[in-house]
């Protein structure tokens, strides 16, 4: 039985309680904390069973209402004067050296417990000098346990204390205290200072006022406030919640840290669009608003279950699961709260939470308050990882093969839809595979953690050079990615000569395709067949594709045929080339670092190609289920269910299904619904923010995220995804089908690019796009073409000006307005 623990020792909050082990914590990250000593729970145990008081929790509360003042001074006052009757154990008292003034301080087990901080319950005694006073001051703490005070927070909360520890510190003489809320109560995007002069006695007691500092969570911050800001962000980040902290500074003006606990209310859920307005730029309907919550869910629990993950754990974040993705201002949002909830679930959870924010170009947020080594035994968790990591490298051993066995499935579920004999069966079809995405999702999962793991090795082992550029040089000129396809085949098209009389002849792209001549027309349906599900918005299920619209294909034709310089594939030749020298530059790596990388470089490349034949693929799947839905329309509509055809869109999956079945709760008020919602649609604003922060429950009451952006000279800055540097006109596009204004060499400058983007970005000179990572699909294809892009650049579409002439600097990451 441990009586005293050094404070660096009281890591376990069952044997300190929670005061003292967030502060040991605190300690261990480096923090400035006054040293100290724990009298542990145990001894508060063993003192009250030698006066006779029976269990740690004393049970003065028993019968006891709180609403009984009386009733309750009455026990605390018979509690105390038992434990005051029994002398202190000396040999805790000789633990505690006394060469400096000393506080005894209330360590509670279950202080820190959701929902009740106990704040104020529990006792502080101080100065301590003397021996007889650090007896008393124990006693005191003690007391303090069944104080009529603490008796009644208990009854009323339902909450109890599970023992008490008392942390006897040193005295910090204060020149300046406060305390600081890592979340402004009213503006979670800012932190909450409070300060007074002198000790923060007062300031906790509620008798002063305080001064009060508001501090942005990013920006510029000196002095106090700025160390205040690290050091609360520091705090949160450990311990996975919004902070209350309560600071000193000394006399010698050094910042110390003397409690952090959970700060009380609800934290706000961070959200973010970040990946996902690549591929869904625009408002999403509520059908694909349908299919995105239910796929992230079974995507997610999937991977869990593949993994080895055990189904206990999987049950417990359930409610996170389902909330993995949400939406505001019209657009689809991870809750990155729910995404770290949820891997908090597996072994390395923060890790993975860190992996999975860098992939997606996502900011850091706090981990949750219970991870996955605060379930379960030991033995019971060794296990665990044991399992998870066999079934990891089963899965893993063969990811071509299974994703090669998703690209099947996706085949087959094309050729089935052809007919639309039963377009019902077809829905659930869809439906089914959507349901069962961890083929595609493991190789997902692998870019991820290969991409991650090699730019940190990479930012480890090489700090004097930039870690973005080099990555996206290794991972330029890649061999064999099925996203050059379209490409290299529109190339090839639009040099059929009878297509090119064509073109020559019909200026009007709609004319030219009715006048194509039966070659060129086969030609053409060829190329559509093989590629012409391809096109911006891919994803959205409400963008037409080529193969809808086939003149739009003849209009990117007619930019190829007008370009005379060297075809896509030499200038994939280029880049790789190009890829194969940043891989010499790279032997510079410490010797025992080279195998590591070389394995790591050559998992990265892979996994990548992986991903881009399993993105492939969904394409082709959406816009077959494109199809299955517009003919469900067409027949509801023809029943007078529906307005019009493409009001499906307009109501979810299993709404739809319910209709066509014919077991909808009001199918005469579909009509209604959908007319209600596609108006609602269209007023959802042009633009939204990439991150926001909202209190759980809350809406995004204002999704703009700024007014127009005047252009102006100066550098725009973002992240290198390609290096070079080019100067040319730029091109503001909004949409693929806009590429025919491409000249050869313009810089094309863009809200988002998907995989659809492909066929303009080989036009095109350089790239800027506001948003997107290093991995996402438009930065791979760029790094195909030797394109210089900068990506991440906040309101590039409206602070460049079409036909203005720009310096892109893809290794710096800058783009120069002249």
Request: glycine share 10%; hydrophobic share 45%.
């Given at each position: 039985m441990t009586l005293v623990l050094t404070l660096d020792d009281a890591l376990d909050p069952q044997v300190a309680g929670g005061k003292a082990a967030r502060l040991a914590r605190a300690r261990r990250l480096g923090l400035t904390v006054p040293d100290g000593v724990v009298v542990t729970a145990a001894a508060f145990d063993a003192h009250l069973a030698r006066a006779g008081v029976a269990g740690p929790l004393a049970r003065a509360d028993h019968g006891l209402r709180p609403d009984e003042p009386e009733g309750l001074a009455r026990a605390a006052a018979a509690f105390a004067a038992r434990i005051a009757a029994v002398e202190v154990d000396p040999a805790l008292l000789d633990a505690v050296a006394l060469d400096a003034p000393r506080i005894a301080r209330s360590s509670g087990l279950g202080e820190d417990a959701p929902g009740c901080s106990f704040a104020g319950q529990l006792d502080s005694v101080g100065p301590v000098t003397t021996r007889d006073e650090l007896a008393r001051a124990l006693v005191a703490v003690w007391a303090s346990f069944a104080s009529a005070r603490a008796l009644a927070y208990q009854l009323a909360r339902g909450a109890r204390l599970g023992g008490l520890a008392v942390l006897v510190q040193r005295l910090v003489?204060?020149?300046?205290?406060?305390?600081?809320?890592?979340?402004?109560?009213?503006?979670?995007?800012?932190?909450?200072?409070?300060?007074?002069?002198?000790?923060?006695?007062?300031?906790?007691?509620?008798?002063?006022?305080?001064?009060?500092?508001?501090?942005?969570?990013?920006?510029?911050?000196?002095?106090?406030?700025?160390?205040?800001?690290?050091?609360?962000?520091?705090?949160?980040?450990?311990?996975?919640?919004?902070?209350?902290?309560?600071?000193?500074?000394?006399?010698?003006?050094?910042?110390?840290?003397?409690?952090?606990?959970?700060?009380?209310?609800?934290?706000?859920?961070?959200?973010?669009?970040?990946?996902?307005?690549?591929?869904?730029?625009?408002?999403?309907?509520?059908?694909?608003a349908s299919v995105l919550t239910t796929g992230y869910e079974h995507l997610f629990r999937g991977l869990g279950r593949a993994f080895g993950v055990a189904p206990w754990r999987l049950e417990r974040v359930a409610p996170s699961l389902r909330r993995l993705v949400g939406f505001h201002g019209g657009r689809v949002y991870y809750d990155l709260t729910a995404v770290r909830e949820v891997l908090a679930a597996a072994p390395l959870g923060d890790a993975l939470a860190a992996l999975f924010e860098r992939y997606v170009g996502a900011p850091p947020t706090p981990p949750p308050a219970r991870r996955w080594r605060d379930l379960g035994s030991r033995a019971g968790q060794a296990l665990e990882v044991a399992a998870i990591a066999a079934r990891v490298a089963w899965l893993y051993r063969d990811l071509g093969g299974r994703v090669a066995r998703f690209e099947a499935r996706v085949d087959a579920y094309a050729r089935a839809t052809r007919a639309q004999t039963d377009l019902l069966a077809d829905l659930r079809g869809f439906v089914a595979l959507r349901s069962d995405w961890v083929d595609p999702g493991l190789a997902d999962v692998a870019a991820m953690v290969?991409?991650?793991?090699?730019?940190?090795?990479?930012?480890?082992?090489?700090?004097?050079?930039?870690?973005?550029?080099?990555?996206?040089?290794?991972?330029?000129?890649?061999?064999?990615?099925?996203?050059?396809?379209?490409?290299?085949?529109?190339?090839?098209?639009?040099?059929?000569?009878?297509?090119?009389?064509?073109?020559?002849?019909?200026?009007?792209?709609?004319?030219?395709?009715?006048?194509?001549?039966?070659?060129?027309?086969?030609?053409?349906?060829?190329?559509?067949?093989?590629?012409?599900?391809?096109?911006?918005?891919?994803?959205?299920?409400?963008?037409?594709?080529?193969?809808?619209?086939?003149?739009?294909?003849?209009?990117?034709?007619?930019?190829?045929?007008?370009?005379?310089?060297?075809?896509?594939?030499?200038?994939?030749?280029?880049?790789?080339?190009?890829?194969?020298?940043?891989?010499?530059?790279?032997?510079?790596?410490?010797?025992?670092?080279?195998?590591?990388?070389?394995?790591?470089?050559?998992?990265?490349?892979?996994?990548?190609?992986?991903?881009?034949?399993?993105?492939?693929?969904?394409?082709?799947?959406?816009?077959?289920?494109?199809?299955?839905?517009?003919?469900?329309?067409?027949?509801?509509?023809?029943?007078?269910?529906?307005?019009?055809?493409?009001?499906?869109?307009?109501?979810?999956?299993?709404?739809?299904?319910?209709?066509?079945?014919?077991?909808?709760?009001?199918?005469?008020?579909?009509?209604?619904?959908?007319?209600?919602?596609?108006?609602?649609?269209?007023?959802?604003?042009?633009?939204?923010?990439?991150?926001?922060?909202?209190?759980?429950?809350?809406?995004?009451?204002?999704?703009?995220?700024g007014g127009e952006a005047a252009p102006g000279p100066g550098d725009l800055t973002g992240t290198g995804a390609a290096p070079g540097r080019v100067t040319a006109p730029a091109r503001v596009l909004e949409h693929v089908a806009e590429a025919g204004r491409l000249g050869r060499g313009d810089v094309l400058v863009v809200r988002q690019t998907d995989p659809g983007w492909a066929a303009a970005l080989f036009l095109a000179g350089a790239l800027v796009v506001e948003r997107g990572g290093l991995l996402s699909h438009g930065a791979i294809v760029a790094r195909e073409y030797g394109l210089p892009t900068v990506i991440g650049v906040r309101d590039a579409t409206r602070r460049i000006g079409d036909g203005r002439v720009v310096t892109v600097d893809g290794s710096a990451g800058h783009v120069r307005l002249s």
């Amino acid at each position: 039985m441990t009586l005293v623990l050094t404070l660096d020792d009281a890591l376990d909050p069952q044997v300190a309680g929670g005061k003292a082990a967030r502060l040991a914590r605190a300690r261990r990250l480096g923090l400035t904390v006054p040293d100290g000593v724990v009298v542990t729970a145990a001894a508060f145990d063993a003192h009250l069973a030698r006066a006779g008081v029976a269990g740690p929790l004393a049970r003065a509360d028993h019968g006891l209402r709180p609403d009984e003042p009386e009733g309750l001074a009455r026990a605390a006052a018979a509690f105390a004067a038992r434990i005051a009757a029994v002398e202190v154990d000396p040999a805790l008292l000789d633990a505690v050296a006394l060469d400096a003034p000393r506080i005894a301080r209330s360590s509670g087990l279950g202080e820190d417990a959701p929902g009740c901080s106990f704040a104020g319950q529990l006792d502080s005694v101080g100065p301590v000098t003397t021996r007889d006073e650090l007896a008393r001051a124990l006693v005191a703490v003690w007391a303090s346990f069944a104080s009529a005070r603490a008796l009644a927070y208990q009854l009323a909360r339902g909450a109890r204390l599970g023992g008490l520890a008392v942390l006897v510190q040193r005295l910090v003489p204060a020149r300046r205290a406060g305390v600081l809320f890592t979340r402004h109560p009213a503006r979670p995007a800012a932190l909450l200072i409070e300060a007074v002069d002198g000790p923060a006695e007062d300031l906790v007691q509620g008798r002063v006022e305080p001064t009060r500092l508001e501090v942005g969570r990013e920006g510029p911050a000196d002095g106090l406030p700025g160390a205040l800001r690290g050091l609360g962000l520091r705090l949160e980040q450990a311990f996975g919640a919004p902070q209350d902290v309560e600071w000193v500074v000394d006399r010698a003006g050094v910042l110390h840290l003397v409690q952090s606990r959970d700060q009380t209310g609800a934290a706000p859920r961070r959200w973010t669009n970040a990946n996902l307005i690549e591929n869904f730029p625009g408002p999403v309907t509520p059908f694909l608003a349908s299919v995105l919550t239910t796929g992230y869910e079974h995507l997610f629990r999937g991977l869990g279950r593949a993994f080895g993950v055990a189904p206990w754990r999987l049950e417990r974040v359930a409610p996170s699961l389902r909330r993995l993705v949400g939406f505001h201002g019209g657009r689809v949002y991870y809750d990155l709260t729910a995404v770290r909830e949820v891997l908090a679930a597996a072994p390395l959870g923060d890790a993975l939470a860190a992996l999975f924010e860098r992939y997606v170009g996502a900011p850091p947020t706090p981990p949750p308050a219970r991870r996955w080594r605060d379930l379960g035994s030991r033995a019971g968790q060794a296990l665990e990882v044991a399992a998870i990591a066999a079934r990891v490298a089963w899965l893993y051993r063969d990811l071509g093969g299974r994703v090669a066995r998703f690209e099947a499935r996706v085949d087959a579920y094309a050729r089935a839809t052809r007919a639309q004999t039963d377009l019902l069966a077809d829905l659930r079809g869809f439906v089914a595979l959507r349901s069962d995405w961890v083929d595609p999702g493991l190789a997902d999962v692998a870019a991820m953690v290969t991409s991650g793991l090699l730019g940190g090795l990479l930012e480890r082992a090489l700090p004097d050079r930039p870690g973005a550029p080099l990555v996206a040089r290794l991972l330029g000129g890649l061999e064999g990615l099925v996203s050059a396809g379209p490409v290299d085949g529109l190339w090839a098209l639009s040099r059929e000569p009878a297509l090119r009389q064509a073109l020559d002849r019909e200026p009007d792209d709609r004319a030219a395709l009715a006048a194509l001549e039966p070659t060129a027309r086969r030609a053409l349906d060829a190329w559509l067949e093989a590629w012409g599900f391809r096109c911006s918005g891919e994803l959205t299920l409400t963008t037409p594709s080529f193969q809808d619209e086939p003149w739009r294909a003849l209009a990117l034709a007619r930019a190829y045929a007008r370009d005379d310089g060297a075809p896509p594939s030499a200038r994939a030749v280029a880049q790789a080339a190009d890829r194969r020298r940043a891989e010499a530059e790279v032997t510079a790596l410490p010797g025992a670092l080279r195998p590591a990388f070389g394995r790591l470089l050559a998992a990265t490349q892979a996994s990548i190609g992986l991903r881009e034949r399993a993105r492939l693929k969904q394409a082709l799947l959406y816009a077959r289920l494109r199809r299955v839905v517009l003919a469900l329309g067409e027949r509801l509509a023809a029943r007078g269910l529906l307005e019009r055809p493409d009001d499906v869109w307009f109501l979810g999956w299993q709404e739809l299904e319910a209709l066509a079945l014919g077991g909808a709760l009001d199918p005469r008020g579909a009509r209604e619904v959908a007319a209600l919602r596609r108006r609602r649609h269209a007023a959802w604003p042009a633009r939204v923010p990439e991150v926001v922060e909202l209190a759980p429950g809350d809406v995004l009451d204002d999704p703009a995220d700024g007014g127009e952006a005047a252009p102006g000279p100066g550098d725009l800055t973002g992240t290198g995804a390609a290096p070079g540097r080019v100067t040319a006109p730029a091109r503001v596009l909004e949409h693929v089908a806009e590429a025919g204004r491409l000249g050869r060499g313009d810089v094309l400058v863009v809200r988002q690019t998907d995989p659809g983007w492909a066929a303009a970005l080989f036009l095109a000179g350089a790239l800027v796009v506001e948003r997107g990572g290093l991995l996402s699909h438009g930065a791979i294809v760029a790094r195909e073409y030797g394109l210089p892009t900068v990506i991440g650049v906040r309101d590039a579409t409206r602070r460049i000006g079409d036909g203005r002439v720009v310096t892109v600097d893809g290794s710096a990451g800058h783009v120069r307005l002249s």
